[in-house]
């Protein structure tokens, strides 16, 4: 089956070996497959001249890492609801055919996120299984995955909805989340418009049709609000007082009723089972599932970059009513791969995981001689070690979920604290070996700068095969 969303094509210029950025994005030469071959500038132009050459030729110029979520962003399906940590979809697929998969094969997701892998391998007639820790995530990636609803109900309960709202402009005075700071992320304007169209969705009967309501507003909240996400960062931009809550409302059913329509009308038959379970994926080693076991797993785990990963769904938490307080945050991050100095959680060992891990150990120490009389950074030792002691958890589980030959790819990047870097890739590399994975590459994808590093920081993949 063709995939369902657009080729895009990279753009290449054979007299540019090194990569260069312009404001938000960094071109890299191709390592993987090319699909148009453009010229581009001369190796000779300066940055600028190359970013302008590229701006003029636009039709070809796409970033080619297919480590960001920005492919999904034409694609049936997988942008019904986004965040800036997925990947792209054909990261997925690249992988379906390097490794020969066809229908009737699984495909694992431990940190399954958005549900990008699992959605991939349902539309190109495999199975998927996703794990995710984040309660919003995990529903909306099984909403996703709902590809079968039929247009006409879902496009009914649209238009009711839609009728029902009206204007907005005289929303009810009903209570807001409990959210700490909400007004900092989203002006009580709009959060009343927000929670005047939950109302209005919550009058439909409870089934698929009302669910992917439910996950078109999730998807308009951060647009409406203030909180805005770049990958692994977040932060609030200027100011919007007001939005039109009901035309994104129904931009985004609209869209969802166009894709319900296009991948129905390409036949539900070739459609894979696939499902998205919401659980720690540290504790995969204890999961039997009728899925299993996967012929291939791919997956991007957090990046050890000391950020609250439940920040990035915070909005959609509070408002889709996953928490009511702080205190179900905390329960989140509790079942997550430790990754924040901020949410250390002594009573969780993973750290003793990897006692006797060389490289952990020697990282460790170099990044706590760095903070030696610094009044910051003490835990940033021990999160290093928490967070390895998890994903070590995870590699060892996923033998288990994993036939003979599989192959596991674990997209990470490397990260640097306090100067020291940390080569998370090679790490995994080793664990893996450890663990009695056979280490069969790792291909970098892109280096990624930060004003606050030294260093160069590389994102790969990790190929691990069983
Ligand atoms: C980088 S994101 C993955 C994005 C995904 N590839 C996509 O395309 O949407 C990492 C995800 O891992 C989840 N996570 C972190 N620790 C976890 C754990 N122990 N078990 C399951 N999921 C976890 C986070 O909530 C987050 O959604």
Redesign the pocket.
């Known amino acids: 089956m063709q995939p369902l969303y657009p080729r895009v094509r990279f753009y290449f210029s054979c007299s540019c070996s090194r990569p260069f950025s312009t404001r938000s994005l960094t071109f890299w030469p191709p390592r993987g497959p090319i699909f148009a071959l453009t010229p581009g500038p001369s190796a000779s132009a300066s940055r600028s001249q190359r970013a302008r050459s590229l701006a003029a030729s636009a039709c070809y110029v796409v970033p080619v890492t297919l480590t960001t979520?920005l492919h999904?962003s034409f694609a049936p399906a997988l942008d019904w609801y986004?965040?800036p940590?997925?990947?792209s979809a054909g990261l997925v697929e690249q992988a379906m055919a390097r490794y020969g998969l066809g229908p009737g094969d699984t495909i694992l997701?431990?940190?399954?996120?958005?549900?990008?892998?699992v959605l991939a391998a349902k539309l190109a007639g495999l199975n998927g299984l996703g794990?995710?820790?984040?309660p919003f995530?995990a529903w909306a990636?099984g909403v996703k995955l709902g590809v079968e609803v039929s247009p006409l109900a879902f496009g009914a309960a649209a238009q009711r909805v839609a009728a029902r709202i009206g204007e907005l402009a005289d929303a009810p005075a009903v209570p807001l989340p409990d959210m700490p700071r909400i007004a900092k992320w989203m002006t009580p304007v709009v959060a009343y418009k927000i929670m005047a169209l939950k109302a209005a969705i919550l009058e439909e009967e409870a089934g698929p049709e009302r669910e992917l309501l439910l996950l078109a507003l999730a998807a308009i909240l951060r647009p409406a609000g203030n909180l805005k996400l770049t990958a692994h960062a977040f932060g609030s931009v200027e100011r919007k007082d007001d939005a039109p809550v009901g035309p994104m409302f129904t931009r985004k059913t609209a869209k969802i009723l166009a894709d319900l329509q296009a991948i129905q009308a390409s036949g539900l038959g070739c459609l894979g089972r696939a499902e998205v379970v919401h659980?720690?994926?540290?504790d995969l080693g204890g999961l039997s599932h009728s899925l299993l076991p996967a012929q291939l797993a791919i997956?991007?785990?957090?990046?050890l970059n000391n950020l609250d990963?439940?920040m990035q769904t915070r909005l959609e938490l509070f408002f889709l009513d996953h928490v009511r307080g702080l205190a179900d945050v905390k329960a989140i991050r509790k079942?997550?791969?430790i990754c924040d100095a901020k949410a250390m959680y002594r009573d969780i060992a993973d750290h003793q995981r990897v006692e006797g891990f060389q490289s952990i150990q020697a990282i460790a120490e170099a990044i706590a001689v760095r903070h030696a009389g610094k009044n910051w950074g003490w835990d940033y030792p021990f999160m290093t070690r928490q967070y390895f002691g998890?994903l070590h958890r995870?590699l060892e589980g996923a033998r288990n979920a994993l036939a003979p030959g599989a192959r596991f790819i674990l997209?990470v990047g490397e990260s640097s604290h306090s100067g020291v870097k940390v080569p998370v890739p090679e790490i995994l590399g080793e664990m893996g070996e450890q663990l009695g994975y056979h280490l069969e590459a790792i291909e970098i994808h892109r280096l990624r700068r930060s004003s606050s590093h030294r260093h160069e920081l590389a994102e790969s993949s990790v190929i691990l095969r069983v």
């Open positions: 979520a999904n986004l965040m940590e997925a990947f997701d431990p940190f399954s996120g958005t549900g990008t892998t794990l995710e820790a984040n995530l990636a659980a720690d994926s540290r997956t991007s785990p957090p990046y990963y439940t079942g997550m791969v998890g995870v997209v």
